[in-house]
Structure formats: C-alpha cells, structure tokens
C-alpha cells in the first residue's frame, strides 16, 4: 500500500517562489539566477516529502506561475499575438511565459495578458488557454521531462504530473466562433503521447494525469472525448503506468466512465465527495480490470486535522472489497491550497496553542498520510496505540471548547426574522432617490477601493506590528497616506473616491483580526495566482464584531473632501471562502455569523454620514458547487447572507458589490437577487464578452465593468477605453453604466495607476456629452 502526494505549494515556506519571481520582473534578478534558485525551492520541496516518508513524490507540480499556463506551454499552444517576441530567435520561452501570465508593454510590443479565472472553486487562479479553428499542437516546452531528470539526479524516481488533455481542453475558450475546442482533441493527443513515451522511457513507474473535469457536469460528447483520449492513449504508450487523478467532488454520474477508462489507478476525493464515493466499490468494471484505487482521505484543501478514526474506517471499508494491494492513499487534491508548515507557527497571540493543536498544513498532512498508512496496515504497537490516541484527544478538544462555542452568537442566528433580508424599497425607486441625493455625472467613475501599498505603507504597519511604533504614531502615518490618496483622486478628477485601504493587510484578514472566532497566521500563505499570495485567516469559532472596524478611517477620508467617499468592506461569502473555515457546523451557518457582524458594521458607517458602502463578494461565484444539482441550496443562503448584511440601511445609502474573474451566466438570477445598487465586475481580459449574460438576462441594477486590468502592468490609452466603454454600451443603459478599473489597484505602482485612472476618466468625460440627457432624464 503506497502513499503519494498530488502536488506540493509551490511558492515555498517563506514565499521564495514570490520573492524571486518579482526580482526578476523587476530586472534585479537574472533569468538563469531565476531558475537556479526555483530549481533549489523545487528540490527542497522533494527532499522534505522524501524525509517524511511519502512513497510516491510528485514532479512538475511545481511551476513558476500557474500549472495550467504551463501545460499551454508544453503543448505550444501559444496565442499569435506573443509570437513577435520570439523575434526568430531560440531561448524565448521564458520571455513568452510570462508575457502570456501578465501581459507587456514596452516599445514595439503592446501585448495584454490572456485572461484569467478561478479554478473550479478555490481562489486559485488559472491562465485560461485560447484555441482557434485552426488551432495546432506540438512540443513547445520540455519542463515536465526536466524535472523528472531534476529529481533522478537527488536520486528520486518521481511521478510526474500533467493536466490531462480534455480538462485542458474544458478549462480553455474558443477565441472565434463556429467550432467547439473538444474537436481539437485528436490533434492534441499525439503531442500528450510524445511525452508520455518520453518520461517511461526515461524511467518514469507511474504518471499522474490530472482530469478533474471528471467531477463536473459532462454533455455525451465530452464523456466521449474522455473515452477516445485514454483509449488512444493507452493503444500508443502501452508501457505507461497512468494515476488518473479527480479532485474536488464526487465522480456522480462520471463514475462508470472513469472506471472503464483504461488507466492503472484512479484518484478520488473521498473529503469533498463523500457522499458516494463507495459506489466505485460496486463498479463491476472497476472491480474486474483490477485497477489500483487511490482515495484521498487527508484534506487537501483545510488546514484541521484528519480525525484518524474517521479515516481508517473508509480505509477498511475499501481494503474489505479490494485488499491492501489495490489501494493507496493520498490528499483529497494538490496541497497547493494550503500553506507550507505548522511548525513555523509560533506566535501564540495570533494563533492560541489551543486552536494551533487542532491543524495541520502541508508538511504535517504528509505526516498525517505516514500515520494513517501505519494505523490501517501496521501491526499494532504502542507507538501506533499513543498516535490514534493523541489524535482522539484532539478531536474531542475541539467539540468542547469555551474558545470555539459561544451561546450568545448562535441565539442571535436563532432571531433572524424574514424582514432582516429585504431593503425598504426595490430599487427603481432607490435608484432616483440615490440619483437626487449624490448628484452624480454620467459615467460615474470610481476604483474599487485599495490603491498601492507602497514600501511606505507597509513599513508603517511592520512597524506597529513589531512596536517599534506608538498607535499615536501608526494612526497618523495612516491619515497621512489616507490625505494624500483623497488628494490624487480629487486631482485625477474621480467622482466617488476610496479611502485607500493603506491600513488593510488584506481583505479578508483585515476583517478577520477584528472579529472574535477568528485565528491568524504569521507564515501561512498560500498561492492565488502567479506571484500573488494570500494568508488566509482562520475561522475556528463562532463569530461576532466587538466593535467597529472601518468607521474610523471611512469618516476621517469624507472629512477631507466634498466628494462621496466609499466605505469599504468585504462580504460575509467571501469571508467564509478566502478563509480556512471550521468543519464542525455548517457552511451557512458560518456565513449567517459573519453578515450579522457586517450588518452591524454597515449601520455605523451609515450613522457616521457614509452614503456610498461596498461590500465586495468576488467569491460568490467561486464557491458555487460544481453540479448543478447542488447550486440552488447554496445560492439561497450564500445570496441571503450577503443580504443580510446589506438590508439594514436606508434608501439614500447606495450600495454596492465587486466581483473578480467569474463567469457569471449560471448565476445572474442569484447576482439579481442579491439587489445591490451597482455591481462591478471584471471584463477588460475578455474585451467586455461578460456582458453579453448581463445582457440576455436584462440585468436591471447598475454596472460598473472594469475598463482595464489591473493585473497587468500596461497603462491602456484614453482610445482603448472608449472603445470598451463602446461595447459595455451595446449591453447597458447608459443610465446604468459605472467607469471603473477591474479590481483593486493594491499591487501597482502608483505612476502606473495615476497614469491609468487618467485616461480612464479622460474617456468617461468623452462620452459624457453625447447621452447627459438620458442619464439625467431619470
């Protein structure tokens, strides 16, 4: 009985992968200083699962920016417009990589980054593959054959990781119409068999082909593309040793498909689809090819620990139908969503011994594997007997806990009443109402609410944090850098303007740190997209305000000047989703908690004069379950929570919502319900194309879609926005229409960002003249 990891986090313990990625965007590192010391983060990584005693250690999980980035690379899927950097010379592939990730500008080459979205329901983010027509394969990028050769030298027989062919295919768009990017299978599948080959023949004994489109709904056609894929496969690499590896859900109505697929293992997460896994244990054709099953039972995607007992009873319950021969164990996915190591926790302020004892990150989830592989196979022995005890021990610790179960929080959840959920009028009429009171141009233009955390800023915070700097001192510094972004957007020329968030680490742990319930981390970032890292907080307990968090600084911004200023605030959803949640109630009921603590801070910037409040859920979308049939229970409560939050002001107070990197067809009668007065949304990458839902569906409340990408370096022109704005046009009421950039400005310059929001309102004023009438004809 073997066990195997799918994928270790990248970006390293301390966030090497970060620190060296950025250094060489920024020109003080070297391209081969970049992959000398990648290649040293990618060794520890091996080393580490080695030493902890994981039999079967991934290759090629690594990756210097996104994984699936990486496989449009490998299969030289590489959209024209990045050709030109070539420039006919050899070498270029690292140049391209990351042109294609983030875009560049410099003279004679203008080149926007190709889109982004989240993958299935994390907040990871992937580079989302283009494909044409005429779209053609080949083998453009020998990484994968790299680092297998890598970890042959430390003396490490790896398994190497690819994404399959036809989730690359699903997770991809057509970039022109009259074609459907499953029929470009069969000119993908040679290049796939040319590297499969390639690794068995280099020694490679198994090969773990990632398709976790297997657990989302599939139509017939691409049921059969999986079909004609793994057969072809299978008829011309006959030598390979295949893992096919599901992830995020249960197989469902995909299990008798996967089990008849000709691989020599399958993986399936037994944490996210428990609910039926065991049917694979009934699977007749499962059961007579003599497949290999691998179950993932360690949670790939929390941080609390495996309750053993539970563990090891879906452990035997498979052993009793397969034996121990045919059965692995694993994470329930890639440990890319967790952070790196416990160990370095060690700050018992931010992080109580109490809640510590509870967790487990990556480097402890391969130990816990060890444990669980001794506890179901081992003899028993008193070190085992002394391991399942201490785990039992922790359990129960968490089920009694003062810290964790607080009375009072669950009677208020207990006192929600219906009216709790509804605004005092639909919004035709707050619409006027709102109009009168702001007095607002058309093409109202906006940010969507933190701008760059300069070297200064985030000095300052480092400071208070260490002490070496008085609250008197902090709170000043923070009015300084406050004072001097009102100022830059009253010169910009901005109608609604933003406070900045100069005193926000994060979005999501800035609200966590002051709300009870809640633990942090000091080391315990995981990887949202390229260079981008999050420290996701904690929920461990019941949660409430104390007091509030954001009038504060909301308030002393609208002293400075005359112009609306916006209070900023995330949304319960997004809380409960870009934090690690507790597992012992659910989701709801988490999320319920959370929107009574912003309601109650949304009725004090109320009181405090703020008139314009957004609370921004980008992870609504995100946290939608993969099959439909599961989707309307959470869009009941996830768009409740955000409700609840929002429905104790009045109808002069403008509320407003951001959403980032989403598709949102399926759910536009959910982002209907949620009544906000103007939501913005991210459209720039997709030149506007999320609109055409918004469109057909006659979304009836205000947009604001992003007129650039934010994560890109390039400043766009005053023309490229216009004619943006052009397009929204064709799908919004000018009435409707908000000027905005994408997504928060946080992790730009500010010459960059000043540079932009210019010629963003320069482009808003252009417009202004030809529909005035309309707008102020309300």
Same mark, same amino acid.
């Given at each position: 009985?073997?066990?195997?990891?799918?994928?270790?986090?990248?970006?390293?313990?301390?966030?090497?992968?970060?620190?060296?990625?950025?250094?060489?965007?920024?020109?003080?590192?070297?391209?081969?200083?970049?992959?000398?010391?990648?290649?040293?983060?990618?060794?520890?990584?091996?080393?580490?699962?080695?030493?902890?005693?994981?039999?079967?250690?991934?290759?090629?999980?690594?990756?210097?920016?996104?994984?699936?980035?990486?496989?449009?690379?490998?299969?030289?899927?590489?959209?024209?417009?990045?050709?030109?950097?070539?420039?006919?010379?050899?070498?270029?592939?690292?140049?391209?990589?990351?042109?294609?990730?983030?875009?560049?500008?410099?003279?004679?080459?203008?080149?926007?980054?190709?889109?982004?979205?989240?993958?299935?329901?994390?907040?990871?983010?992937?580079?989302?593959?283009?494909?044409?027509?005429?779209?053609?394969?080949?083998?453009?990028?020998?990484?994968?054959?790299?680092?297998?050769?890598?970890?042959?030298?430390?003396?490490?027989?790896?398994?190497?990781?690819?994404?399959?062919?036809?989730?690359?295919?699903?997770?991809?768009? #057509?970039?022109?119409?009259?074609?459907?990017?499953?029929?470009?299978?069969?000119?993908?599948?040679?290049?796939?068999?040319?590297?499969?080959?390639?690794?068995?023949?280099?020694?490679?004994?198994?090969?773990?082909?990632? #398709?976790?489109?297997?657990?989302?709904?599939?139509?017939?056609?691409?049921?059969?593309?999986?079909?004609?894929?793994?057969?072809?496969?299978?008829?011309?690499?006959?030598?390979?040793?295949?893992?096919?590896?599901?992830?995020?859900?249960?197989?469902? #109505?995909?299990?008798?498909?996967?089990?008849?697929?000709?691989?020599?293992?399958?993986?399936?997460?037994?944490?996210?689809?428990?609910?039926?896994?065991?049917?694979?244990?009934?699977?007749?054709?499962?059961?007579?090819?003599?497949?290999?099953?691998?179950?993932?039972?360690?949670?790939?995607?929390?941080?609390?620990?495996?309750?053993?007992?539970?563990?090891?009873?879906?452990?035997?319950?498979?052993?009793?139908?397969?034996?121990?021969?045919?059965?692995?164990?694993?994470?329930?996915?890639?440990?890319?969503?967790?952070? =790196?190591?416990?160990?370095?926790?060690?700050?018992?302020?931010?992080?109580?011994? #109490?809640?510590?004892?509870?967790?487990?990150?990556?480097?402890?989830?391969?130990?816990?594997?060890?444990?669980?592989?001794?506890?179901?196979?081992?003899?028993?022995?008193?070190?085992?007997?002394?391991?399942?005890? @201490?785990?039992?021990?922790?359990?129960?610790?968490?089920?009694?806990?003062?810290?964790?179960?607080?009375?009072?929080?669950?009677?208020?959840?207990?006192?929600?009443?219906?009216?709790?959920?509804?605004?005092?009028?639909?919004? %035709?009429?707050?619409?006027?109402?709102?109009?009168?009171?702001?007095?607002?141009?058309?093409?109202?233009?906006?940010?969507?609410?933190?701008?760059?955390?300069?070297?200064?800023?985030?000095?300052?915070?480092?400071?208070?944090?260490?002490?070496?700097?008085? %609250?008197?001192?902090?709170?000043?510094?923070?009015?300084?850098?406050?004072?001097?972004?009102?100022?830059?957007?009253?010169?910009?020329?901005?109608?609604?303007?933003?406070?900045?968030?100069?005193?926000?680490?994060?979005?999501?742990?800035?609200?966590?740190?002051?709300?009870?319930?809640?633990?942090?981390?000091?080391?315990?970032?995981?990887?949202?997209?390229?260079?981008? =890292?999050?420290?996701?907080?904690?929920?461990?307990?019941?949660?409430?305000?104390?007091?509030?968090?954001?009038?504060?600084?909301?308030?002393?911004?609208?002293?400075?000047?005359?112009?609306?200023?916006?209070?900023?605030?995330?949304?319960?959803?997004?809380?409960?989703?870009?934090?690690?949640?507790?597992?012992?109630?659910?989701?709801?009921?988490?999320?319920?908690?959370?929107?009574?603590?912003?309601?109650?801070?949304?009725?004090?910037? @109320?009181?405090?004069?703020?008139?314009?409040?957004?609370?921004?859920?980008?992870?609504?979308? @995100?946290?939608?379950?993969?099959?439909?049939?599961?989707?309307?229970?959470?869009?009941?409560?996830?768009?409740?929570?955000?409700?609840?939050?929002?429905?104790?002001?009045?109808?002069?107070?403008?509320?407003?919502?951001?959403?980032?990197?989403?598709?949102?067809?399926?759910?536009?009668?959910?982002?209907?319900?949620?009544? %906000?007065?103007?939501?913005?949304?991210?459209?720039?990458?997709?030149?506007?194309?999320?609109?055409?839902?918004?469109?057909?569906?006659?979304?009836?409340?205000?947009?604001?879609?992003?007129?650039?990408?934010?994560?890109?370096?390039?400043?766009?022109?005053?023309?490229?926005?216009?004619?943006?704005?052009?397009?929204?046009?064709?799908?919004?009421?000018?009435?409707?229409?908000?000027?905005?950039?994408?997504?928060?400005?946080?992790?730009?310059?500010?010459?960059?960002?000043?540079?932009?929001?210019?010629?963003?309102?320069?482009?808003?004023?252009?417009?202004?003249?030809?529909?005035?009438?309309?707008?102020?004809?309300?």
């Amino acid at each position: 009985m073997f066990t195997h990891n799918l994928g270790y986090p990248r970006i390293g313990s301390r966030r090497e992968l970060k620190k060296a990625c950025e250094s060489f965007w920024a020109g003080t590192l070297t391209k081969d200083e970049l992959l000398w010391e990648t290649r040293q983060l990618r060794r520890r990584h091996w080393q580490l699962q080695r030493e902890a005693g994981i039999d079967l250690i991934p290759s090629n999980d690594f990756s210097l920016y996104d994984h699936v980035l990486d496989t449009a690379l490998m299969v030289g899927a590489v959209p024209e417009r990045y050709h030109v950097l070539a420039d006919g010379k050899a070498g270029r592939e690292l140049e391209i990589y990351f042109a294609m990730a983030r875009g560049v500008q410099r003279p004679g080459a203008d080149i926007p980054a190709m889109e982004m979205t989240k993958w299935f329901d994390t907040n990871y983010h992937y580079i989302v593959p283009e494909f044409r027509k005429d779209q053609t394969f080949r083998r453009y990028s020998d990484t994968v054959i790299h680092a297998f050769e890598d970890a042959l030298q430390m003396g490490i027989t790896t398994k190497p990781v690819v994404l399959g062919p036809v989730s690359f295919l699903l997770l991809g768009k #057509e970039r022109e119409a009259g074609f459907d990017r499953i029929d470009l299978l069969d000119r993908l599948l040679p290049v796939y068999a040319d590297i499969l080959r390639e690794l068995t023949a280099r020694g490679a004994g198994w090969i773990q082909i990632d #398709e976790p489109c297997l657990v989302l709904d599939l139509t017939g056609k691409q049921q059969e593309a999986y079909r004609k894929a793994y057969a072809w496969l299978r008829k011309e690499v006959p030598g390979a040793q295949l893992i096919l590896a599901t992830y995020f859900d249960s197989l469902g #109505e995909n299990r008798s498909l996967a089990a008849a697929l000709p691989v020599d293992a399958l993986h399936i997460d037994v944490v996210r689809g428990r609910k039926d896994w065991a049917e694979i244990l009934t699977d007749d054709t499962f059961l007579s090819a003599g497949r290999i099953l691998s179950l993932g039972v360690v949670n790939g995607r929390n941080i609390w620990k495996n309750q053993y007992a539970d563990s090891l009873a879906l452990i035997a319950q498979a052993e009793a139908v397969l034996g121990r021969d045919r059965l692995w164990i694993a994470p329930s996915c890639s440990l890319l969503h967790v952070p =790196c190591d416990l160990d370095l926790e060690t700050d018992e302020i931010s992080l109580p011994a #109490e809640i510590r004892d509870g967790m487990a990150f990556a480097k402890q989830k391969l130990t816990e594997l060890v444990h669980l592989k001794i506890l179901a196979f081992g003899e028993p022995s008193a070190s085992g007997k002394a391991i399942l005890a @201490e785990n039992e021990a922790a359990v129960r610790r968490r089920q009694t806990s003062s810290l964790i179960h607080r009375p009072h929080v669950k009677e208020r959840m207990e006192a929600i009443q219906e009216a709790d959920f509804e605004r005092i009028s639909v919004f %035709a009429e707050r619409q006027s109402i709102q109009q009168a009171w702001l007095q607002l141009p058309a093409f109202p233009t906006t940010t969507i609410g933190s701008f760059p955390q300069t070297p200064d800023i985030r000095q300052l915070r480092a400071s208070f944090r260490k002490g070496t700097l008085s %609250a008197e001192g902090y709170e000043s510094g923070l009015e300084k850098e406050i004072a001097e972004a009102i100022r830059r957007q009253e010169a910009i020329g901005l109608d609604v303007l933003v406070h900045g968030e100069a005193e926000r680490n994060d979005m999501v742990e800035y609200f966590g740190e002051q709300l009870s319930g809640y633990a942090f981390t000091r080391n315990g970032w995981v990887q949202s997209y390229g260079s981008r =890292c999050v420290k996701p907080p904690v929920i461990y307990g019941d949660i409430e305000r104390p007091e509030p968090m954001t009038v504060r600084w909301a308030t002393y911004a609208q002293s400075l000047t005359d112009k609306p200023v916006k209070g900023m605030l995330t949304g319960p959803v997004t809380i409960l989703q870009w934090s690690f949640v507790r597992d012992d109630q659910p989701r709801r009921d988490t999320a319920f908690q959370i929107a009574l603590a912003i309601r109650d801070e949304v009725t004090d910037l @109320e009181k405090a004069g703020i008139r314009v409040i957004q609370i921004d859920e980008p992870a609504i979308r @995100e946290g939608l379950p993969l099959r439909q049939a599961d989707r309307a229970e959470y869009l009941r409560w996830s768009v409740d929570a955000f409700r609840l939050s929002t429905a104790g002001v009045a109808d002069e107070t403008q509320i407003h919502t951001h959403m980032c990197y989403s598709e949102f067809n399926d759910i536009l009668e959910a982002i209907a319900r949620m009544d %906000a007065d103007v939501i913005t949304i991210e459209t720039s990458r997709s030149q506007m194309e999320l609109l055409d839902a918004f469109s057909e569906f006659a979304y009836p409340n205000e947009i604001g879609p992003g007129v650039y990408d934010i994560h890109s370096p390039r400043v766009p022109s005053e023309d490229e926005m216009v004619q943006l704005l052009h397009k929204a046009l064709n799908h919004i009421p000018a009435r409707n229409l908000w000027v905005n950039p994408d997504c928060g400005l946080k992790t730009r310059r500010w010459e960059e960002t000043e540079a932009a929001l210019r010629n963003m309102v320069g482009a808003a004023r252009r417009l202004r003249p030809v529909i005035s009438q309309e707008v102020t004809g309300l």
